[in-house]
């Protein structure tokens, strides 16, 4: 049987600041405040944690004296970081192998230490410990200075969206206590923390071997007028929950366990109240709030950020797991392509065009990666134009999803704007959502007016192509700016009047003009001028005639939805792809309009190939490749292809 | 939000993503402390249900209350109890005697396997908390075991935020862990809260009270007069006495609790 008593906790052999005090008594509601601990291996971060929880009287009974019983076995002298490394491997080889997470308590309240591993082997744990937490203490060695991975490790609290840093910087006792070794480390950390958009940490001076500035002020550092590492803990706060941003309950399961049909899920930001209308998306679907069920706990009418809830609404409308509840007036972005910072910690490595499965919230979804704008090597920051990341790197990429998508931009949604991408049935890495640059493509899927009757007409596409001599169309091209689309659509247009066809140009000047005067050039107006451009174009058309669109049309979505114009019609009416295909630096070369060097100098902003996206067609009806063919021949081109699929003739 | 209530959520939130992505799904249940914080909570996830079975994996060398208190709690609260034994290791006669950790391996880290097998769960839900012990500290939310059931500390899949890995290669499971992120106190304060019943064992009797509960043989007392959940709550606030102190098996090597976990024990 256990002999163990019970005691009173002691003091450390150095006496802690605010900390250690137990409050008897205290009952319940303390804040606690997730801290992960990283830095370069052999900084000495275990070591700080073992010191942090003897200083602060947090060992449990007999751990020290077990710690001294292990090293004497192994002919060591005593190792501060015995405490936390809990497992038999990581003795052996004196690295932390896992997150280990370290509990212990001041006068004002709990912390959780995430004790991460410095070996860069590891870093998927590392990610883990941060993921979770609300802070960071980065350690860094004050005779190695800043390194490989103390770079690292900041960047990734920075991408994991910690915001809070403190730094220790550590072996102070190796490096004489000087204040100009100290001075050195800050400046660098600093100016590293600078450039990845980090605001300045609060470094401190310690040696966490010898206990000097951790709970207690060190006499050997009297320069350093600054907290200790515990007082600077105790200025971190716990992140709060997203009450006050814009309503988002993504739907975790629909339970009828009973007669109720209960719509459960976690309330990752904003507020809601029984009554309220919700808007479900992508589905579109919406309901009102009848009630908030509970079970063994007082009725309630309202709920928040941080709450596990279950609601039922007042129709019995179709939802499911992965949809994400809001109110209409702020929904999500519904698109099937974004921006994303990936952190990659794949075995196989991230690459343009592989499939992965994106987990969001709770919706899971088959994705695709367009594109790898660039590879990012978080030690030392530089850039490779490469078409894959190796694990343990950074890429910005273009995902692109097989439907919509209901997600929020990162920084105005953190909780709905990151995700994991899953290879095969490993969780491979996960990222931050960007929406820049890419349309909100809820607003052109709105169906507004109700009650809509198709007319039927009296004369037949049969008739019509019997007035004209040949089938209505859309020649869709598309291309960047400079491309030669305008003049390759003019010449002809022109060209294919005289050889007899019902032909007419659609170009920025006659559409937005008139029609598209209204919209300007974001993401969203954008989008909205091409759905309009795809409507015209589908009308005239389906009125027997031969439509050239001379527009950018940069994204994707928005020619597919162009051709699901023209073929909604279900007239004789055909839909053509055609990308009038030049190199960006051959298009910047010719600038006709003077627009690049205007893009260049910020002058213009989402600015196509520069500022904003292009993706080019996968599979388009015909390439035109104006870098290689003259005017003449491209136009030539084009004559040719209309002759072979709009064969003139009155049957 | 309390501490409480935000603790509480974030295991619901769990409860809920294993019932939504685990097709097989059961829960460890040791009628202990935590089990008894968790099924309760699992109550509330559900409204009222318990929509999975509930594993007891019986040693046989439990104290009587235990599991007086077992056939209480699966009749009031309805449960659909699943009992585990390692019948053949026990017809041979298998008890401490003849080792702590041979006897742990074959009472308890065989005898799931065997359940786990013999019912097909994929999934399996089990109280344990990160403070209990250290390589408890560095488990994952949703931890895979191969087919043998055994555990990788090396090769756990990272978990970006609360997204966790749910697929796992046939015939592998995983183990879901919603209370890693309580402390002891948590869970008593919990307790209180809900006024949820526990086993009359944790109580103070003559001087001494379980702490943590296990096999009658391998499980001591502690000194306390705490005989009640607040006292219990006051004693805790000071000790400094770790939790498994009482548990004998952990002690038979520097590593024993390490070796259990690797093959496969909760």
């Known amino acids: 049987m256990s002999e163990a008593k019970m005691i009173r906790p002691r003091r450390g052999k150095t006496e802690p600041g605010p900390a250690s005090k137990p409050e008897p008594g205290a009952r319940g509601e303390r804040n606690s405040v997730k801290v992960v601990v990283a830095g370069h291996v052999d900084h000495g971060k275990s070591t700080l944690v073992g010191r942090l929880l003897h200083?602060?009287?947090?060992?449990?009974?007999?751990?020290?004296?077990?710690?001294?019983?292990?090293?004497?076995?192994?002919?060591?002298?005593?190792?501060?970081?015995?405490?936390?490394?809990?497992?038999?491997?990581?003795?052996?080889?004196?690295?932390?192998?896992?997150?280990?997470?370290?509990w212990f308590r001041t006068s004002s309240r709990d912390y959780v230490l995430l004790d991460a591993p410095g070996h860069r082997e590891f870093l998927r744990n590392l990610v883990t410990g941060a993921a979770a937490s609300d802070a960071g203490l980065l350690v860094i060695d004050a005779a190695e200075g800043v390194r490989e991975q103390s770079r690292r490790h900041a960047f990734l609290l920075s991408l994991l969206g910690i915001g809070q840093l403190v730094v220790a910087v550590n072996k102070m006792d190796l490096a004489d206590w000087a204040e100009g070794r100290f001075a050195a480390v800050s400046r660098d950390m600093n100016a590293y923390l600078a450039s990845i958009g980090m605001a300045p940490a609060r470094l401190v001076p310690v040696s966490a071997r010898e206990g000097d500035n951790i709970?207690?002020?060190?006499?050997?550092?009297?320069?350093?007028?600054?907290?200790?590492?515990?007082?600077?803990?105790?200025?971190?706060?716990?992140?709060?929950?997203?009450?006050?941003?814009?309503?988002?309950?993504?739907?975790?399961?629909?339970?009828?366990?009973?007669?109720?049909?209960?719509?459960?899920?976690?309330?990752?930001?904003?507020?809601?109240?029984?009554?309220?209308?919700?808007?479900?998306?992508?589905?579109?679907?919406?309901?009102?709030?009848?009630?908030?069920?509970?079970?063994?706990a007082p009725a309630r009418r309202t709920a928040e950020a941080g709450e596990s809830i279950g609601i039922t609404l007042d129709e019995q409308i179709f939802v499911e797991r992965g949809e994400v509840a809001s109110h209409a007036e702020a929904p999500p972005v519904l698109t099937d392509v974004f921006r994303a910072r990936v952190f990659w910690l794949g075995e196989r490595p991230l690459e343009r065009g592989a499939r992965y499965r994106m987990k969001c919230q709770t919706a899971e979804s088959e994705v695709e990666i367009q594109a790898i704008d660039r590879v990012i090597d978080t030690a030392d920051?530089?850039?490779?134009?490469?078409?894959?990341?190796?694990?343990?790197?950074?890429?910005?990429?273009?995902?692109?999803?097989?439907?919509?998508?209901?997600?929020?931009?990162?920084?105005?949604?953190?909780?709905?704007?990151?995700?994991?991408?899953?290879?095969?049935?490993?969780?491979?890495?996960?990222?931050?959502?960007?929406?820049?640059?890419?349309?909100?493509?809820?607003?052109l899927m709105v169906q507004k007016s109700q009650n809509l009757r198709a007319v039927s007409h009296r004369v037949s596409a049969a008739m019509r192509r019997q007035r004209t001599g040949h089938a209505g169309g859309v020649l869709w091209f598309t291309g960047l700016s400079g491309a030669g689309k305008s003049t390759i659509a003019i010449a002809c247009e022109q060209r294919l009047f005289i050889e007899g066809y019902q032909v007419y140009v659609l170009d920025g000047d006659n559409m937005r003009q008139g029609l598209n005067q209204n919209l300007g050039f974001s993401p969203d107006d954008r989008a909205e001028n091409i759905r309009r451009v795809g409507e015209v174009a589908a009308l005239f058309a389906d009125a027997g005639m031969l439509i050239i669109s001379a527009f950018i049309a940069p994204y994707r979505s928005d020619r597919e939805r162009a051709r699901r114009s023209a073929e909604r019609l279900k007239g004789a009416a055909s839909f053509h792809e055609i990308y009038i295909e030049a190199p960006l630096a051959i298009c910047e070369e010719r600038d006709p309009k003077g627009l690049y060097r205007l893009a260049r100098n910020g002058k213009i902003s989402d600015f196509t190939g520069i500022s904003a996206p292009y993706e080019p067609p996968e599979t388009p009806d015909l390439r035109v490749d104006t870098a290689a063919l003259t005017i003449e021949a491209a136009v030539e081109r084009v004559i040719d292809y209309v002759r072979r699929n709009f064969p003139l003739g009155r049957s | 939000m309390t501490h409480l209530d935000a603790l509480e959520a974030q295991t619901i939130h769990i409860l809920r993503e294993a019932?939504?992505?685990?097709?097989?799904?059961?829960?460890?249940?040791?009628?202990?402390?935590?089990?008894?914080?968790?099924?309760?909570?699992?109550?509330?996830?559900?409204?009222?249900?318990?929509?999975?079975?509930?594993?007891?994996?019986?040693?046989?060398?439990?104290?009587?209350e235990m599991l007086e208190f077992r056939d209480r709690i699966a009749a009031e609260w309805k449960l659909d109890l699943v009992v585990g034994r390692n019948e053949a290791a026990l017809a041979q006669g298998m008890s401490h005697t003849r080792g702590r950790i041979l006897c742990c391996s074959a009472l308890k880290t065989a005898a799931l396997r065997q359940t786990i097998a013999a019912h097909g769960f994929t999934g399996v839900i089990a109280g344990i908390r990160r403070d209990e012990e250290g390589t408890r500290a560095k488990e994952r939310v949703f931890s895979p075991r191969d087919a043998e059931g055994r555990y990788d500390s090396r090769h756990q899949p990272p978990e970006f935020w609360d997204h966790y890995a749910t697929e796992f290669?046939?015939?592998?499971?995983?183990?879901?862990?919603p209370l890693l992120h309580w402390t002891e106190i948590d869970v008593w304060r919990y307790l209180a809260r809900e006024s949820i019943p526990v086993v009359s064992l944790y109580f103070s009797q003559g001087g001494r009270r379980y702490r943590s509960l296990g096999c009658a043989p391998c499980t001591g007392t502690v000194a306390s007069e705490a005989s009640s959940i607040a006292e219990i709550i006051t004693e805790l606030e000071q000790t400094r006495i770790p939790e498994r102190a009482g548990r004998l098996q952990d002690r038979e090597a520097e590593d024993a609790f390490e070796r259990l976990r690797a093959g496969g024990h909760m």
Do not use: N
């Open chain 1, 55 to 102: 200083d602060t009287g947090s060992l449990p009974e007999g751990k020290r004296e077990a710690v001294t019983e292990m090293c004497r076995r192994r002919g060591m002298p005593f190792e501060w970081a015995f405490v936390t490394d809990a497992l038999r491997a990581e003795r052996d080889q004196g690295i932390t192998i896992d997150v280990s997470h370290i």
């Open chain 1, 215 to 296: 709970a207690a002020r060190s006499a050997r550092l009297p320069w350093y007028v600054g907290p200790t590492i515990l007082e600077a803990l105790e200025g971190f706060a716990a992140a709060p929950p997203d009450t006050q941003r814009p309503l988002r309950l993504p739907v975790q399961d629909v339970y009828k366990f009973d007669a109720r049909r209960i719509i459960a899920g976690r309330v990752e930001a904003g507020r809601l109240a029984v009554g309220d209308r919700l808007l479900f998306s992508p589905s579109g679907k919406t309901a009102r709030i009848t009630t908030i069920e509970t079970w063994q």
């Open chain 1, 381 to 443: 920051l530089s850039e490779r134009p490469v078409a894959a990341a190796e694990r343990d790197m950074v890429a910005d990429v273009v995902i692109r999803a097989r439907g919509l998508l209901a997600v929020d931009d990162y920084r105005t949604g953190p909780r709905t704007g990151r995700f994991a991408l899953v290879d095969g049935d490993a969780i491979a890495g996960g990222g931050t959502i960007s929406t820049e640059g890419y349309p909100d493509q809820r607003p």
């Open chain 2, 19 to 64: 019932f939504a992505c685990i097709d097989r799904l059961a829960m460890l249940w040791s009628f202990g402390k935590d089990s008894q914080a968790l099924l309760f909570m699992v109550r509330r996830a559900f409204f009222g249900h318990v929509p999975f079975p509930v594993i007891h994996i019986d040693t046989s060398y439990e104290p009587p």
């Open chain 2, 169 to 177: 290669p046939k015939g592998a499971h995983v183990r879901i862990h």
